[in-house]
């Protein structure tokens, strides 16, 4: 079975430093989505993203965030300049075009996690 | 964003079968109701979706009473394994179809021999 990948599985980084996480999504997928999740804490939206463009963003998706899809495969989170409460499990999720859930939203598969610590 | 609301934990043993209700008092009509499942340290997995009456998959049935103020997931049978965390969703599909899903707090499952 297809599966989203995410790589590193997890991150060490200093306050104040810049992080990519990145993310294969399924392969004839074309939507594509970031989700956090604090320690002990739910999953948050971050952002979607649709035909090289951002599609929908939480307010936690500040000006610190950015999302980049390089290539035909890639998909990453930037983090700017991190901070000591940037450090969670960061989800990728990706979803197909056309849905087998007639009318819901769409069944999203998602990736293993990064797991970000900023120390 | 209709609000849900289930239990925070349940308890139950193999071989049972297990059933989370959800209530969705506010859910609008053109809503539907999906249930995820998370293990610990991965990412939440699909589960079941519907919008009405009932609905079954390999893995679990979904009950929605006719008001569709509430939702029952069904887990026949259960398993060590099926120890989890079980989100009710309730949200439609936009025009742009790439929904972000809000998560609430999910019921924590636990399964014991």
């Known amino acids: 079975e297809p599966e989203v990948t995410q790589t590193p599985s997890h991150q060490v980084t200093q306050m104040g430093q810049e992080v990519i996480l990145r993310c294969v999504p399924i392969?004839?997928?074309?939507?594509f989505y970031w989700y956090r999740q604090i320690l002990g804490q739910k999953v948050e939206f971050l952002v979607s993203?649709?035909?090289?463009?951002?599609?929908?963003k939480s307010e936690i998706f500040d000006d610190q965030f950015s999302v980049e899809r390089p290539d035909g495969s890639n998909f990453t989170l930037k983090i700017r300049s991190t901070k000591l409460e940037d450090s969670a499990m960061y989800f990728c999720?990706?979803?197909?075009?056309?849905?087998?859930?007639?009318?819901?939203?769409?069944?999203?598969?998602f990736g293993p996690g990064t797991r970000l610590t900023v120390t | 964003l209709a609000k849900t609301t289930q239990p925070i934990s349940m308890d139950s043993y193999e071989g049972q079968e297990v059933n989370i209700t959800c209530s969705h008092n506010?859910?609008?009509?053109?809503?539907?109701i999906t249930w995820y499942q998370q293990f610990p340290s991965q990412g939440p997995r699909f589960i079941i979706q519907?919008?009405?009456t009932k609905v079954t998959n390999e893995v679990a049935s979904l009950f929605i009473p006719a008001d569709r103020k509430s939702s029952t997931l069904s887990l026949p049978r259960v398993s060590l394994s099926d120890t989890a965390v079980y989100y009710c969703?309730?949200?439609?599909?936009?025009?742009?179809?790439?929904?972000?899903?809000?998560f609430g707090k999910g019921t924590h499952l636990i399964i014991q021999p």
């Open positions: 999720a990706s979803s197909e075009v056309g849905s087998r859930l007639a009318g819901g939203p769409k069944e999203q598969y």
């Open positions: 392969s004839n997928h074309l939507y």
């Open positions: 993203f649709y035909n090289n463009e951002i599609s929908e």
């Open positions: 506010n859910i609008a009509t053109n809503d539907y």
């Open positions: 519907g919008y009405k």
């Open positions: 969703l309730v949200g439609a599909r936009s025009g742009g179809g790439a929904d972000g899903l809000t």
